[in-house]
């Protein structure tokens, strides 16, 4: 079969870009044949050196280095600009690092404990990687980073050399900058954006993987964007990096025995798209129970989780049938509790209730971005009050009875100052002062370690141990942390590996044809690349960043001197929490004609950008 008949019978189809297709194909040529003709048989829209997959901190690390490595990249990111960033864009911004790499490669071993994965091998390439996140930050233009003492598992071997530093200007754990501020991620992402040699898709998800089914190379990626399947084309490697499956239901399901737990992050996007692209062309798997997880609130109609909420110490946490669940301030480390002394992943029931007294709402608010006396989320429900117990348990539609039974226990442990059932210590006090109070919790996913197999140099294995050629994965996709985890390794995993990868598909590929198989034709270029706003007389458009870094737009209108409106264009704020932002801000802003208003404390970062988008937008007028 020549290339051309071979091209013209799978061009524009989908099933021409995939394996499986070409799997049928191929077997009657010889292997030699194949390796040179299969990307002459696709209809491609584009190529490029590499493409990666995913645009939160992991493909952000791999695409800076191929491109400083002299490599053409695509920046594939399923979501839109305002919304990407995943996990990388909110998450406390903590990057892992070392004081004595001999000490700290102990220490990973011991995280590892009697697990196989990851190998020595790996574990002391990682180590050497952590020793130079530092000075590759640094590099990017970040002026003072901050290393910091944060060890989780300060009982084993190695620990006191962990040192993971922030960019953020303070650990993150401050009520104003909480999360870090997406100050790493963004630091990434301005990277990205000024890298001439870097092309970013945004809505582009990327959905199944052009693979040559005799030589078995990743040839490229069938992508969804502008409402259609186009198929891009990478000379050297794909590379995937798009999250775990915190948001994909049934994966959790399969894969971590729960009917669901609700994202705890911005990872709405990762759906286990790059689990189903690596099976698809033969990969393993591995870490795939590995679960890192929270005790938060979720609200299900907004789809929003808290992240660090502080009241489940206030009274008694109590599980669906009314009984007690734990000590409501075990350690916790990432999600694993320690089980009469192991580790492992969260034993707690789907769902719980912190229950507690009118002293217990006095202590304060129950998260930072809420309201000091707890009225307002008392008032959406969030926080469910009762004149009495019977009433609370009513309207929670739990057994009084038993509720009142675990209380009583509770008490009787206060009074005697032990607490027999759990042992707990910390915040003794008796539930006992009317009105009373529940805030119904829940185990939530901050990420997931899963995904395909790896070797130490971040290329896909198939479950035989063989690389699947060209094919590379980076991020909390595939991580490798098989058992305990500490914080601030998937974030700066992603850019230890990142560096590694992207060194790696920055070379040319000697075993396919380097040459364009474009036919001379552009690559295709999204219709979102060019969207631009239409603007009347009197119309600037301004922008902002909000929180972790993504773009608050907005038109403002003028009349004569005088704001006249503000109009919010594009945002991806957190639901529900920034919604004071805007509706307060903005009408403050029309009536005094000025941006330089003050802040809403609790949405500090959405206020912050939404005042540097107005401010941005009245500069440009005349
Ligand atoms: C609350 C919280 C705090 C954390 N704090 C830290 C910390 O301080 N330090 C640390 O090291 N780790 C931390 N973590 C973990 C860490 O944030 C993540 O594991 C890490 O950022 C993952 O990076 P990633 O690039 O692999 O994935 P993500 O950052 O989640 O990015 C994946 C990207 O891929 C995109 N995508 C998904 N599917 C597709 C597709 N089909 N096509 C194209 N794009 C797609 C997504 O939209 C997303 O933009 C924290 C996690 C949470 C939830």
Not at 363 to 382: A, C, M, P, V
């Amino acid at each position: 079969m020549s290339n051309l008949s071979r091209k013209d019978f799978l061009k524009g189809t989908a099933a021409g870009a995939l394996g499986l297709a070409a799997t049928h194909l191929v077997p009657v040529m010889a292997e030699e044949e194949s390796a040179q003709a299969f990307e002459q048989t696709i209809d491609w829209a584009a190529e490029f050196d590499a493409i990666v997959i995913g645009f939160g901190g992991a493909g952000a690390s791999v695409a800076i280095t191929a491109a400083d490595n002299g490599a053409k990249v695509l920046l594939l990111e399923k979501a839109p600009e305002g919304k990407a960033g995943g996990n990388s864009a909110i998450c406390m911004q903590w990057i892992c690092n070392t004081t004595d790499k001999e000490a700290t490669v102990k220490y990973i071993k011991a995280l590892r404990g009697k697990f196989t994965t990851p190998s020595d091998e790996m574990i002391e390439r990682y180590v050497d990687g952590m020793a130079e996140n530092f000075e590759w930050i640094k590099s990017l233009g970040a002026e003072d980073p901050q290393v910091f003492n944060y060890v989780e598992f300060p009982e084993l071997e190695g620990s006191d050399s962990f040192a993971p530093f922030t960019v953020a200007g303070n650990t993150g754990m401050s009520p104003d900058a909480f999360g870090g501020d997406g100050a790493a991620y963004r630091l990434l992402k301005d990277n990205v954006m000024k890298r001439e040699n870097i092309t970013v898709w945004y809505e582009a998800g990327a959905k199944r993987l052009i693979q040559d089914g005799v030589t078995k190379i990743v040839h490229g990626v069938t992508v969804s964007v502008d409402g259609q399947d186009i198929n891009v084309r990478a000379r050297n490697a794909v590379v995937l990096a798009c999250g775990g499956f915190e948001n994909n239901p049934e994966m959790q399901q399969d894969y971590a025995d729960r009917y669901f737990w609700p994202s705890t992050g911005n990872a709405h996007f990762n759906t286990g798209d790059g689990i189903r692209m690596a099976l698809d062309v033969g990969a393993d798997l591995w870490h795939m129970s590995n679960l890192v997880t929270n005790i938060e609130f979720y609200d299900e109609e907004n789809q929003y989780a808290t992240f660090a909420f502080q009241g489940t110490g206030r009274g008694i946490m109590v599980g669906p049938d009314g009984t007690r669940v734990a000590d409501e301030y075990a350690r916790r480390c990432h999600g694993k509790f320690n089980v009469n002394g192991t580790w492992e992943n969260s034993p707690l029931p789907d769902y719980m209730y912190s229950i507690f007294d009118e002293n217990g709402r006095a202590q304060g608010r129950l998260h930072f971005t809420w309201s000091d006396d707890s009225q307002e989320e008392i008032d959406k429900g969030w926080v469910v009050k009762g004149e009495t117990m019977e009433e609370l348990c009513e309207k929670l539609g739990l057994d009084a009875a038993i509720v009142q039974a675990s209380i009583d226990k509770w008490n009787r442990f206060v009074d005697e100052g032990e607490d027999l059932a759990f042992g707990r210590t910390k915040n003794m006090v008796r539930i006992d002062t009317a009105p009373y109070y529940a805030v119904k919790i829940t185990p939530c996913m901050g990420n997931t370690q899963g995904g395909p197999r790896k070797n130490i140099d971040g290329q896909v294995l198939t479950p035989y141990g063989e690389v699947i050629p060209h094919l590379y994965t980076n991020g909390e996709l595939g991580d490798i942390w098989s058992n305990c985890y500490q914080a601030s390794c998937n974030l700066g995993g992603g850019m230890i590996f990142g560096r590694i990868i992207g060194k790696l598909i920055a070379e040319p590929a000697e075993d396919i044809y380097q040459g364009s198989v474009m036919d001379g034709k552009e690559n295709y270029v999204p219709a979102g690349a060019n969207m631009e706003y239409e603007l009347g007389e009197n119309e600037y458009i301004g922008e902002g960043q909000g929180k972790g870094g993504t773009p608050i737009k907005v038109k403002v209108t003028m009349d004569g001197d005088k704001i006249a409106r503000i109009e919010v264009l594009e945002q991806a704020e957190t639901a529900g929490i920034s919604d004071p932002a805007f509706e307060k801000l903005i009408p403050e802003m029309i009536e005094k004609n000025t941006a330089d208003i003050d802040g809403i404390s609790g949405v500090t970062l959405t206020s912050n950008g939404l005042r540097e988008a107005v401010r941005n937008a009245l500069a440009q007028v005349k």
